[in-house]
């Protein structure tokens, strides 16, 4: 199984949605380890460690988000994955 690290940098209505919150539990259930974290521009940015099967689920995911999130764009890229992750935590910055 392929391990990848997928970083994506969200935008829309993506702040007061739940949606770090939600993106941290559909993460775990995937069994993907990094972190998520509100930008100041308004953004989401998150970091996802794990299989690419369950990595490309997440991205699918983020282009909509939970209820009352609007996604206008989803910003990816692929990277080699550090392993440096324990679990997935959302990150207060």
Known sequence: MEEVRL????TGTVQG???RAT??????QLSLKGWVRNMRDGS??????GSKEDAE???SWCHHGPP?????SVEE??????????????RYT
Not at 44 to 49: C, G, H, R
Request: glycine share 4%; no cysteine.
């Open 7 to 10: 970083r994506v940098v969200v």
């Open 68 to 72: 009352g999130a609007r996604v206008v």
């Open 17 to 19: 949605v739940f949606f």
């Open 23 to 28: 993106t941290e539990s559909t993460a775990r």
């Open 77 to 90: 890229s692929w990277e080699k994955p550090t392993g440096e992750y324990s679990d997935f935590t959302i």
């Open 57 to 59: 689920k997440m991205l």
């Open 44 to 49: 989401v940015e998150a970091v996802f460690e």
